[in-house]
Antibody, heavy 117, light 109 residues
Framework: EVQLVESGGGLVQPGRSLRLSCAAAGFKFEDFSMHWVRHVPGKGLEWVSGITWNSGSIGYADSVKGRFTISRDNAKYSLFLQMDSLRPEDTAFYYC??????????WGQGTTVTVSS | DIQMTQSPSSLSASVGDRVTITCQATQDIRKYLNWYQHKPGKGPKLLISDASKLETGVPSRFSGSGSGTEFTLTISSLQAEDFATYYCQYYDDLPLKFIFGPGTKVDIK
């Protein structure tokens, strides 16, 4: 079964760091670009970051550029998001997703990040 | 930078209604446009890719059209399971970037 499972979310104080992980299964991970997308309940979806299959191309939303770092380990079928200098406005539900051609066709169930003192 | 807008921001409809949602881009994005359905507590579902390609397993009552700066998602006959929020999304590879529209919430009249 094709599956993505996020972990690493939690409650963190402003200015601190958190590292999200996404474990992939059921497909050849190294063949796909991967992305992080977040959702604040009551607000819209926001693309956070993406990385191509070989880490050759990486992109970030302006709101997280310089603070978040995306990476992947193809041998371990894993995607990561290192989140530094967290702000209250980073509080959201974070999803990882697999990109096939244009769109993200497989999504995880999400993990919650709360930034609060 | 390219911005995406959607209209309406919300709508109320009944089962069986035809529903149309519009997405506009501030610049020509050719057909680099996807549509998603999102329900609370779940990952979004990809419905349409490249403006008009129906994803495998998505009911044929969903359709997409458009190119350039104006795009449309149509649900030909709304079903109970279609009440959700719908997002358009532009993508680019050089540089790598995705931009979501603000969403359209479809709820029960």
């Amino acid at each position: 079964e094709v599956q993505l499972v996020e972990s690493g979310g939690g409650l963190v104080q402003p200015g601190r760091s958190l590292r999200l992980s996404c474990a992939a299964a059921g497909f050849k991970f190294e063949d796909f670009s991967m992305h992080w997308v977040r959702h604040v309940p009551g607000k819209g979806l926001e693309w956070v970051s993406g990385i191509t299959w070989n880490s050759g191309s990486i992109g970030y939303a302006d709101s997280v550029k310089g603070r978040f770092t995306i990476s992947r380990d193809n041998a371990k079928y894993s995607l990561f998001l290192q989140m530094d200098s967290l702000r209250p406005e980073d509080t959201a539900f974070y999803y990882c997703g697999r990109r096939r051609w244009g769109g993200i066709d497989v999504w995880g169930q999400g993990t919650t990040v709360t930034v609060s003192s | 930078d390219i911005q995406m807008t959607q209209s309406p921001s919300s709508l109320s409809a009944s089962v069986g209604d035809r529903v149309t949602i519009t997405c506009q881009a501030t610049q020509d994005i050719r057909k680099y446009l996807n549509w998603y359905q999102h329900k609370p507590g779940k990952g979004p579902k990809l419905l349409i890719s490249d403006a008009s390609k129906l994803e495998t397993g998505v009911p044929s009552r969903f359709s997409g059209s458009g190119s350039g700066t104006e795009f449309t998602l149509t649900i030909s006959s709304l079903q109970a399971e279609d009440f959700a929020t719908y997002y358009c999304q532009y993508y680019d590879d050089l540089p790598l970037k995705f931009i979501f529209g603000p969403g359209t919430k479809v709820d029960i009249k």
